[in-house]
């Protein structure tokens, strides 16, 4: 089991890289719920993958190209997306960004 906190400061948390220009940060987190901010360069690639959370990806800086089952659009900051359990989904960075992905429950991969 792992320690509750209600309050999680981002300049507290170290960046967790990820490799070919992709680094994150794994914020406030429990059971059932987890926030991830993903910081990606231009030309970055999330590649395809699925896992048996629900996820839903705000767009808080640049410009990225989703696929989610094989269905692409451009989203852009204010956009979301919704990726249901076990669906593959991966996005491509067209400009320099950062994603805030919400978990449902938690990635206990990522703890």
């Known amino acids: 089991m792992f320690e509750i906190k209600n309050f999680v400061y981002n300049t507290d948390v170290p960046f ?19 926030a991830v901010e993903v910081y990606f360069e231009t030309g970055a690639e999330g590649t395809i993958h699925f896992h048996p959370h629900e996820q839903i990806t705000y767009v808080l800086k640049g410009k990225f190209e989703f696929n989610i089952d094989g269905n692409k659009r451009i989203i852009k900051p204010g956009d979301t997306t919704f990726q249901e359990p076990n669906v593959p989904h991966g996005v491509v960075c067209l400009e320099e960004g950062i994603l805030l992905d919400v978990f449902t429950p938690h990635r206990e991969d990522f703890v």
């Open 16 to 34: 967790e890289e990820l490799g070919g220009g992709i680094k994150r940060k794994v914020l406030a987190y429990h059971d059932n719920l987890m």
